[in-house]
């Protein structure tokens, strides 16, 4: 079986502040295969967002393990951990968060930017990215700030593939979107998906969590697994 | 991020708040234009000074007596002087020529080559200075000025040395010819070997209208003034008493140091400014790069998140604190070298340097170190000035950044 791309294992997040401990995760452990598509959903104040932020290296854990294609991140330290965003994970997030004084182009190249490579070839990944996921050529050059939010949302989906990352990390994605508009971003996750990307996505939409193949669900900071026939198993399963 | 990028990001967030930046800068703009008018109109006060007095300014003495001084007197005092470089004397006169009905004034001087190269007078444009024989043999050879040129011979253009002009009846070879140093249209200063002056123009008559010393390098100039009023008082038959009151001497050694304090004090003034405004501007521009960090909190937030280092954060405002600085580097060197030319314009015109013997025209110095000199300020005030607002954005945690409304 192949190695799985995220293997996180027993996870525990502990935040301190002047009112005193918040142990926000606990014993987390789950995995993502090669290509999986894996839907965690859960209530606000779960953690689902903690987890997210430990997966996509934006945070550390207090205690565990987690490896990223064999890669133990949480022993990084954080230039280590930018350089782990830049070129192995892809960021799609509920808000788009893309920077509205850049074109379309600049905004889908600027992961590119804090790598080596060449402008030449920053364009040509950036142009082969939007391709992707469908946005017309004509609409390279407008400000972001011009386009709709579905088509704010495949430039993002856009930005997060430009690194032909190792994993797509989708916060919320269709949570800004129209029904109609969420489902071409949907379609769009599954296109991806049948070309190997593998795809971990939040949402507190059931509908949305369907789509996946796998979905946890995350409770007090617990993990628990389910299936797409709706089979629960607590954490330690999935593999 | 390469540094090509990190400029067009900088370029970028500058565009986006034109009217902004513009107000943050005009501290650096006032203090950048205060360092170049000043550097600039001093150096055109100096480069004045020493083109029209010549470089050996603060070292000559002119000395003067109650009666005349000739030859023998110079040649006496130049025995019993050795701190003196050289002393030369000059002989002057005045004469008059009527070409095409107009009356043109001549002034003549007579003096050796080595008194022209000593006072730097003489600023030879073609030709040559007086060969030896010539000086020796007092013959009938003359340098002109420019300006001498049109009205002698109608065309200002035309190639006169080796042409003849005729003054008081004798024809004199023009050797060469010198820049004028007050232009005029029917006044000219024509210069001479020193005995064909005092043999055609001064009818014989040996005594010298100028005596002047060049002190040697080191010397002290007030003492050797002193020294030589004691001893050119023993050679001329003055006692003690008489020498104070029958020899002068004068140095443009203290009109030199009295300018030259008045340009410090010009320049302390200017400076004392320049380092308020750059002071304020740099202050001004923390202020605005302070703002710059909050408004893009979330804009770090996503860099951050789609791999920017914190190294890549600081960098990021501190070319945008530098571009920022430098834009208003170029404008104050602009403003700074348009305040040097109105204010050099204001002095020429008050000739403030013709009484220490130079023409008044003052042309403020432009030289790419005063360029240089201004861009490295303009940059160091972006970075010292920027580096805390650009520490504070790259320290900023990206989850908070995020999640910032």
């Known amino acids: ?239 | 991020m390469n540094a090509r990028d990190l400029l067009r990001e900088a370029v970028r967030a500058l565009e986006a708040n034109k009217g902004r930046s513009l107000l943050t800068i005009l501290g650096i703009v006032i203090g950048i234009a205060s360092v170049i008018a000043m550097t600039s109109l001093i150096g055109g006060v100096r480069n004045n000074l020493v083109s029209g007095l010549g470089l050996n300014a603060a070292r000559l003495v002119y000395i003067s007596a109650a009666s005349t001084m000739n030859q023998d007197t110079v040649d006496d005092l130049k025995a019993v002087m050795p701190s003196y470089e050289a002393i030369e004397g000059t002989a002057m006169s005045y004469t008059q020529k009527k070409v095409n009905d107009k009356d043109i004034s001549i002034s003549i001087t007579g003096a050796s080559n080595q008194y022209y190269e000593m006072t730097g007078q003489l600023k030879l444009v073609e030709g040559r200075l007086f060969s030896q024989q010539e000086e020796s043999a007092d013959a009938r050879v003359c340098i002109i000025e420019r300006n001498g040129i049109k009205m002698l011979f109608g065309d200002p253009q035309a190639s006169v040395v080796g042409r003849t002009v005729e003054l008081d009846g004798r024809d004199y070879l023009i050797v060469g010819v010198s820049e004028s140093q007050y232009p005029s249209e029917d006044y000219m200063q024509a210069y001479f070997p020193m005995g064909t002056v005092l043999n055609d123009f001064n009818q014989g008559d040996e005594y010298l209208s100028q005596v002047i010393g060049l002190v040697r390098e080191g010397e002290d100039v007030d003492a050797v003034m002193s020294e030589t009023i004691t001893k050119l008082a023993t050679i001329m038959g003055y006692s003690e008493d008489e020498a104070q009151d029958m020899i002068y001497c004068y140095s443009m050694k203290s009109s030199i140091d009295s300018l030259n304090s008045f340009m410090m004090s010009f320049q302390l003034i200017m400076g004392a400014v320049a380092g308020i405004s750059l002071l304020v501007g740099g202050i001004g521009i923390m202020n605005m790069m302070l703002t710059n960090v909050t408004e893009r909190i979330r804009e770090i937030g996503i860099r951050r998140a789609l791999g920017a280092t914190r190294r890549d954060i600081t960098a990021q405002f501190l070319t945008e604190s530098a571009a920022l600085c430098v834009t208003g580097g170029i404008i104050g060197t602009i403003a700074g070298f348009a305040i040097a030319w109105g204010l050099a314009t204001v002095a020429s015109s008050m000739d403030l340097t013709s009484s220490m013997g130079t023409s008044g025209v003052i042309t403020p110095l432009i030289s790419p170190q005063t360029i240089l000199l201004a861009v490295g300020l303009s940059i160091g005030i972006g970075l010292v000035f920027g580096y805390y607002p650009a520490r504070r954005a790259a320290k900023l945690d990206p989850v908070e950044c995020l999640r910032y409304q």
Do not use: W
């Open chain 1, 1 to 239: 079986m192949a190695r799985p791309v995220i293997d996180i294992r027993g996870i525990h997040r502990i935040f301190e502040s002047d009112a005193g401990f918040a142990h926000v995760l606990h014993n987390i452990t789950f995995s993502v295969r090669p290509g999986e598509f894996v839907a965690i959903t859960g209530p606000s104040g779960s953690g689902k967002s903690t987890l997210m932020n430990i997966l996509g290296c934006l945070d550390t854990p207090t205690s565990g393990t987690y490896l990223l294609e064999g890669l133990n991140v949480a022993e990084l330290v954080d230039d280590e951990l930018a350089e782990v965003r830049a070129t192995r994970i892809g960021f799609v997030f509920q808000s788009f968060n893309l920077l509205p004084r850049m074109s379309v182009l600049d905004n889908v190249m600027l992961p590119l930017a804090y790598t080596q490579a060449p402008r030449f070839q920053r364009e040509m990944m950036a142009v082969h990215a939007l391709q992707a996921v469908g946005l017309p050529v004509d609409h390279y050059d407008h400000r972001t700030n011009e386009l709709s939010g579905g088509q704010m949302q495949r430039v993002a989906i856009a930005r997060a593939l430009v690194n032909d990352p190792a994993i797509i990390l989708a916060d919320e994605p269709t949570g800004n979107l129209d029904s109609h508009t969420g489902r071409m971003v949907l379609e769009t996750f599954h296109k991806l998906k049948d070309t190997g990307k593998t795809i971990v996505l939040i949402t507190h939409d059931s509908h949305v969590a369907a789509e996946a193949d796998r979905i946890v669900s995350i409770r007090d900071g617990r993990l628990y697994h389910e299936d797409t026939s709706g089979i629960i198993s607590t954490t330690g399963g999935g593999r």
